[in-house]
Every structure is written in C-alpha cells, then in structure tokens.
C-alpha cells in the first residue's frame, strides 16, 4: 500500500507551478519521486536562467541523477503539471524514468503530437491527475500576460 498518493505528488508539482508563475514563468512544475520520496523539485525558469531548455522536467532529471549519484532514474515517478514537449520527452527517454504522470494535456507543443513514440518503451504514462487545476494556473498566466 502506497503511503501516498498521485494527487499528493502532483499537488507537490502543482505548488511548483504556482511558485513557476510568482516568478513570471510559464507555471509548470515538476516533481521526481523514488520510493515515495520525492527527491526532486523544479519549475520552469527559462526566462530566470534566459535558457530555453530549462524547463520543469529538465531541471527535475538534473537535480535527481544528481541526488541519486546515477543518470538512470529506472526507480523514479515524473510528476509534472503539463504534457512534457518533445525536448523533455527525449530527456525522459534517456533517463529511463519508470513513470510518467502528467496533469494536463499540451495539444500544441506536447510529445504526444510527435507522434514519435519518444519515451521510453517501459515508460507508463498516466495523465489527467488534477488536470483541471493545472490548466486554470496556465489559462489565468496567460490571461494575465495578454492584458
């Protein structure tokens, strides 16, 4: 019995975002977890660090290979408030990260419109956890950037 559950880390990666948009960024937040522990926490920050890849799931990978001392992160869960793109995508691959679980969906700019196949075949994904939560902090972002 798990001692806690995907809302739990997701709502982890969503107080991310949060933190994402104080910030000005894009609010997307990202959580890694190993045998629930959560050993890893990001948001993006591509304006902070004027780096295009420094996006929530890219600095989660870096900050827990480098907890965990190993590139593999096999043991490990992606919490992450939006579809990854096909960049993060291809960083999952690599990282043969055991799980994906995503909040809401990127019909734009997510992997899944590569139609590639990008992760790791013994990926699982799982999507929609607090999906509506994480797209209203996307949607009041940008509203708040038009005005």
């Known amino acids: 019995m798990e001692l ?5 880390f997701m709502n982890e990666a969503l107080k991310q975002a949060k933190a994402a948009f104080e910030d000005g960024e894009i609010p997307v937040g990202a959580v890694i977890v190993c045998r629930n522990k959560v050993i890893a926490r ?8 004027n780096d295009v890849t420094a996006h929530a799931e890219m600095l989660a990978i870096t900050s827990a290979a480098n907890y965990l001392g190993a590139k ?10 939006l579809e990854p793109c096909v960049m993060c995508g291809g960083a999952l691959y690599w990282s043969q990260i055991s799980e994906v ?4 969906s990127d019909p734009r700019r997510g992997y899944l419109q590569s139609n590639t196949g990008i992760l790791h075949p013994k990926t699982k994904v799982y999507s929609g956890t607090m ?3 994480s797209e209203a902090l996307l949607l009041q972002f940008f509203q708040n950037l038009r005005k």
């Open 4 to 8: 806690y559950s995907h809302e739990y």
């Open 42 to 49: 990001a948001y993006n920050q591509t304006e902070t660090l």
């Open 72 to 81: 593999y992160l096999v043991d490990c869960k992606l919490y992450v408030t």
């Open 101 to 104: 679980h995503y909040a809401a």
């Open 131 to 133: 999906g509506s939560e």
